[in-house]
């Protein structure tokens, strides 16, 4: 998994339409496997990662999903819950905010 993520970078780079999204998903599992041998910042880096990249390319259902990853892992971790504001996603808590409704 570790490679496809380095081939996307360039590529997401190149044609950031096509890509951002797909480097976003992986970045979003790449934090899966760190979260579950508790390794927590590493799955945390992974997470706010992929949160700018959706933020960037506007897809705010996947977003979601993400914000939902970094939420789970800083519960299970006992940080209280920081993933809008010490990562810059106003923007994402105004859109999931729409998807609560």
């Known amino acids: 998994m570790e490679r496809r993520w380095n081939i996307l970078r360039p590529l997401a780079q190149q044609q950031s339409r096509v890509f951002q999204p797909l480097l976003a998903a992986t970045l979003n599992n790449l934090g899966i496997a760190p979260?579950?041998?508790?390794?927590?910042?590493e799955a945390e880096n992974y997470y706010r990662e992929a949160i700018e990249i959706y933020n960037r390319a506007d897809v705010p259902d996947r977003l979601a999903q993400v914000l939902k990853n970094l939420a789970r892992s800083q519960m299970t971790m006992g940080t209280s819950i920081g993933a809008f504001s010490s990562s810059g996603c106003k923007k994402a808590e105004q859109k999931s905010m729409y998807l609560r409704i």
Do not use: S, V
Not at 35 to 41: F, G
């Open 35 to 41: 979260r579950e041998l508790r390794q927590y910042k």
